[in-house]
């Protein structure tokens, strides 16, 4: 069985270390064969890094690396090109002078390589003299891939005195590719963001935006036949760790990691997480903590209204043509971070828009919590927990009521939406920060409960209804006694908790309406 290549962005290391490699090469040869210079735009930790190294062997003419792929017998391997590389993941850029530095260092580092002596001073001319004199060394003309070409910028949003000149220094740098072109084999480029700050989109105005482009939806991630076809292994060891049948396994981790979409038809699974999934066999939000940049987290510190990226919402195609640092607008920083995804195109007036969503659950469960730390009030863990506990083992509705009762009220206005999904997903996320072990979306022989939690000495089985409020009369149009019942004539009818009965089973059926609640819990036993 191939290994999981979690964190390895080295194509050569993949292919001789017998890892899984997802082949993407017919995107690269469509892009190698029919253009010149790209950019492309994806969140982190989505393979932009792997697709670089790919191309870069491919380039450098590593033929034995791609045995076996779409590409291997229609490349001319004859062909070859030098590569000039320019990685910025790895750097930390907490100053102007850190960003200038890596910049030459780097830049000293590929001259080494070719045995080139670059003699021009500043960062811009040394670059120059680069491309050109690898073009005049080797008579071809040059590859140059960069990764995450805006990473000096968007780590420094909060710090706008760094950002402002590093800002300087990259327009400068990226200004020589367009004087250079004649020397330009390919060009591809990859950030989160696309800044309209930046000359790189002014300068190279014949630069090929492929970030929304239904050619290369799936340019990374991992598509549905992916799964299939690089992960069945896998995929049979989570079904026995799961103990439910294959298709319900697939539809578990379509809800948690699916629904990545750059055209509102293709979608794809988040990598890492799926990953992760495979490798710790357990469902979790692997990608929120590695993979949130620091600006995501300053604009939910700093904005006034939370709804309008937590509730579907429609935006016209040039919203996301650039993004202006110096006036953040919230959705197109949610989307160019993956924390909103394409659902649906819709032409409106001819124009092109977008409907966006939250791509899936652990995404839509991990800004939810992220949004409850920046907003809620702090209390000590260790005893909130124990008297949730306390309350659930004695069957002390009334209690468990006013604790649940307490959290919803003091969830801001700004962050509440009235949808069932919404109030399964803050519940979930409060009782993980409270560290209880949580799952939604838990399946079943018969179906998926709401919500599982499990403690040393139970398992609680919980489902949640919601009712909106008639306008006229201030209350729910659904009863709270109708919801109850139904909720948990549904936990009885569907037998959610069969596969627990070697534990205490309880039940606790949760009613919503507006920002109010009403809960009953049930002894399964009984």
Request: aromatic letters at 14%; hydrophobic letters at 35%.
């Amino acid at each position: 069985m191939k290994k999981l290549p979690i964190g390895i962005q080295t194509f050569s290391e993949i292919r001789e270390e017998n890892y899984i490699y997802v082949d993407k090469t017919k995107y690269i040869y469509k892009l190698a064969t029919e253009g010149k210079v790209y950019f492309l735009s994806r969140p982190r930790r989505f393979g932009k890094s792997l697709l670089l190294s790919t191309i870069e062997n491919l380039f450098k003419g590593n033929k034995k690396l791609f045995k076996g792929l779409y590409i291997h017998d229609k490349w001319n391997w004859e062909k070859t090109n030098p590569v000039i590389k320019i990685d910025f993941t790895k750097g930390k850029f907490i100053s102007p002078e850190d960003l200038e530095d890596t910049l030459k260092d780097t830049l000293d580092e590929i001259a080494e390589n070719f045995q080139i002596e670059l003699k021009r001073r500043t960062t811009p001319n040394r670059f120059a003299e680069l491309i050109k004199k690898i073009r005049k060394k080797t008579n071809k003309p040059v590859v140059i891939l960069i990764d995450e070409y805006d990473k000096a910028i968007v780590d420094n949003i909060a710090k706008k005195n760094v950002l402002k000149n590093n800002q300087e220094i990259l327009k400068s740098f990226y200004d020589v590719l367009k004087g250079t072109d004649e020397y330009i084999k390919f060009l591809f480029i990859t950030g989160v963001s696309k800044f309209a700050n930046m000359s790189l989109f002014s300068s190279l105005n014949n630069l090929d935006d492929i970030t929304l482009n239904r050619n290369f939806a799936c340019i990374c991630g991992y598509t549905h036949q992916d799964l299939k076809n690089n992960f069945k292994p896998y995929l049979n060891n989570l079904k026995e760790e799961l103990s439910i049948p294959y298709d319900e396994t697939v539809e578990k981790i379509n809800y948690w990691y699916d629904g990545y979409s750059w055209d509102g038809k293709n979608k794809v699974y988040n990598p890492f997480s799926t990953l992760k999934l495979f490798n710790d066999k357990k469902f979790s939000n692997y990608w929120f903590g590695t993979a949130t940049p620091e600006f995501l987290i300053e604009v939910l510190k700093n904005s006034k209204d939370y709804k309008e990226v937590l509730k579907p919402i429609i935006v016209e195609e040039s919203h996301f043509m650039a993004f202006d640092y110096n006036n953040i607008d919230p959705i197109n920083i949610f989307f160019q971070t993956g924390y909103l995804t394409i659902v649906e195109e819709i032409i409106i007036n001819d124009i092109i828009h977008y409907k966006l969503e939250f791509p899936n659950f652990e995404v839509e469960k991990s800004l939810l919590t992220r949004l409850m730390d920046l907003n809620l009030y702090k209390e000590k863990i260790g005893v909130k927990k124990e008297k949730i506990i306390s309350y659930i083992e004695k069957m002390d509705n009334n209690n468990f009521q006013k604790e649940m009762k307490a959290f919803l009220a003091k969830i801001p206005s700004r962050i509440h939406i009235e949808q069932e999904y919404y109030y399964q997903s803050i519940f979930l996320a409060w009782l993980n920060a409270l560290s209880f072990e949580t799952e939604g979306e838990s399946p079943t022989n018969i179906g998926f409960t709401d919500m599982i939690l499990k403690e040393e000495g139970f398992v609680v089985v919980a489902e949640f209804k919601f009712s909106k409020i008639n306008p006229n009369t201030n209350i729910p149009v659904i009863s709270y006694d109708k919801m109850l019942k139904t909720a948990m004539d549904q936990i009885k009818d569907k037998k959610y908790y069969e596969k627990y009965l070697d534990k205490k089973i309880i039940a606790i059926a949760i009613a919503f309406a507006g920002k109010e609640l009403q809960t009953q819990i049930y002894n399964c036993e009984k």
